[in-house]
């Protein structure tokens, strides 16, 4: 699976973006989903997840009520939703296929995404 996340740029503190991640190989649609993001001189932290079927997501408490993870498998495409974006929501958001364990924890995915820059002015 290769993907290519891509939707970020710039935003004032309020305002709305739509992250896509974009995954290229036929067995996309058995794996659940996470978006992850990076911050200048943090570790990367989780944000969202989706079952494979789409069923059941899974939120940082930090982007909870703001942020909605969706999938659409016929495309297979992966979105993340963001409102009532904050200045400390600015980071590199990538997108991964979970293969075990936690949907938290990113040394549960693999096969990461390229990254877009999300920047949230003040």
């Known amino acids: 699976v290769q993907l290519q996340a891509y939707g970020g740029g710039l935003v004032q503190a309020g305002g709305s973006l739509r992250l896509s991640c974009a995954a290229s190989?036929?067995?996309?649609?058995?794996?659940?989903m996470g978006w992850f993001r990076q911050a200048p001189g943090k570790e990367r932290r989780f944000v969202a997840s989706?079952?494979?079927?789409?069923?059941?997501?899974y939120y940082a408490d930090s982007v909870k009520g703001r942020f909605t993870i969706s999938r659409d498998n016929a495309k297979n495409t992966v979105y993340l939703q963001m409102n009532s974006l904050k200045p400390e929501d600015t980071a590199v958001y990538y997108c991964?296929?979970?293969?075990?364990?936690?949907?938290?924890?990113?040394?549960?995915?693999?096969?990461w995404g390229q990254g877009t820059q999300v920047t949230v002015s003040s």
């Open positions: 991964a296929v979970r293969y075990r364990g936690s949907y938290y924890e990113a040394s549960d995915y693999g096969f």
């Open positions: 190989g036929r067995t996309f649609s058995t794996y659940a």
């Open positions: 989706i079952t494979y079927t789409g069923g059941s997501t």
